[in-house]
């Protein structure tokens, strides 16, 4: 049982470059999403999803895609990364609306 | 304004102190999560809250819906207790498919030895 696992670590990209943020768990949570966290703001949610199919906007969602394909795995998509992207991002799950949340490890992104 | 309003922005501790960390929030609630944050680090969930008091080892969180309030108690403090302490809302409106939690900008504790 890993729990949430969040992948790369850090990841420097160029202005106009696409990348994807993996998630993946394996406790068959319903519930995920995709955070980012700049100093001075919080934590802000870009997407989430209440299960397999269904994707929802956050605050910041622009410029981010998602899909939930399957349970286990809700990526998250830079389709032409912007210096306003470089930020460091979590992916969560939880079981319930109003279960505890489980985090990744995070994702240091610098776009340059 | 932010819905989710900590106080205070950092703290800071002799250990063995109690500790005491507010959150106050504007819109009803489903839930509110307290959560930690070491200095580089990960995200570790702490409690969930919809009513009333939950306490695990020396950290008791308490929530007061009718004053849109919650706490995070600290007994005995202990360096190691250093860290981001983060509070988050899950607004009851909108139902099961609403998942936008809202969270505030978080309380940085520092205990020394």
């Known amino acids: 049982n890993a729990g949430v696992t969040q992948t790369p670590k850090f990841q420097v990209l160029k202005t106009g470059q696409s990348m994807t943020l993996q998630c993946a768990q394996d406790?068959?949570?319903?519930?995920m999403s995709w955070y980012r966290q700049d100093p001075g703001m919080g934590l802000r949610l870009i997407h989430y999803?209440?299960?397999?199919?269904?994707?929802d906007q956050g605050e910041v969602p622009n410029g981010y895609n998602v899909s939930r394909s399957t349970t286990e795995d809700f990526p998250l998509r830079l389709l032409s990364a912007a210096p306003s992207q470089t930020s460091v991002y979590f992916c969560?799950?939880?079981?319930?609306?109003?279960?505890?949340?489980?985090f990744g490890q995070g994702t240091r992104l610098t776009v340059v | 304004k932010n819905e989710v309003e900590q106080s205070p922005q950092n703290l800071t501790a002799q250990e063995g102190e109690f500790i005491t960390i507010n959150c106050s929030y504007s819109v009803g609630i489903s839930a509110l999560h307290w959560l930690q944050q070491h200095p580089g680090g990960g995200i570790v969930s702490l409690f969930m809250l919809s009513s009333g008091k939950k306490k695990h080892g020396r950290l008791i969180a308490t929530i007061n819906i009718q004053e849109k309030h919650s706490s995070l108690h600290i007994t005995a403090s202990h360096p190691r207790d250093s860290a981001v302490y983060i509070c988050?809302?899950?607004?009851?409106?909108?139902?099961?498919?609403?998942?936008?939690?809202?969270f505030g900008k978080g309380t940085l504790l520092t205990v020394n030895p």
């Open positions: 969560a799950s939880s079981h319930g609306r109003q279960g505890a949340m489980g």
């Open positions: 988050a809302v899950l607004p009851s409106r909108g139902g099961g498919s609403n998942y936008k939690l809202t």
């Open positions: 406790m068959n949570h319903e519930y």
């Open positions: 999803s209440v299960g397999a199919g269904i994707t």
